[in-house]
């Protein structure tokens, strides 16, 4: 079991930066290939980015791509995700996830991650 909780949320100006954390509480946390995901109103989760469970591989939707930087602290048990450059359309509830132990390949579906924590709100005022 790996239970996540998410921090770091508030609101923000478009144009600035904010930095979300899960604290993850449970074994071999490191392990874990991690995700984040955001859900705006009305629309369906989406993927915002995932690393490896060894911190060396990343992926990005492309919406994000070259704003936002996920990364992980094994040590910490924390994963992170550094958002600049912030944009109205980012306003939502960020999540982050656990894939399955030892995973090597990235998802982006939500389907396929175990354990969720209970998100953190991101508003951007324009």
């Known amino acids: 079991q790996v239970q996540l909780v998410e921090s770091g949320g508030g609101l923000v100006q478009a144009g600035g930066s904010l930095r979300l954390s899960c604290a993850a509480n449970?074994?071999?946390?490191?392990?874990?290939?991690m995700g984040w995901f955001r859900q705006a109103p009305g629309k369906e989760r989406e993927f915002v980015a995932a690393?490896?469970?060894?911190?060396?591989?990343?992926d990005y939707a492309d919406s994000v791509k070259g704003r936002f930087t996920i990364s992980r602290d094994n040590a910490k048990n924390t994963v992170f995700l550094q958002m600049n450059s912030l944009k109205a359309e980012d306003t939502a509830v960020y999540y982050c996830?656990?894939?399955?132990?030892?995973?090597?390949?990235?998802?982006?579906?939500?389907?396929?991650?175990?354990?969720w924590g209970q998100g953190t709100q991101v508003t951007v005022s324009s």
């Open positions: 690393i490896t469970w060894t911190g060396s591989r990343r």
């Open positions: 449970g074994r071999a946390f490191s392990s874990y290939p």
């Open positions: 996830a656990a894939d399955r132990p030892l995973g090597l390949a990235l998802y982006q579906t939500p389907n396929r991650y175990t354990y």
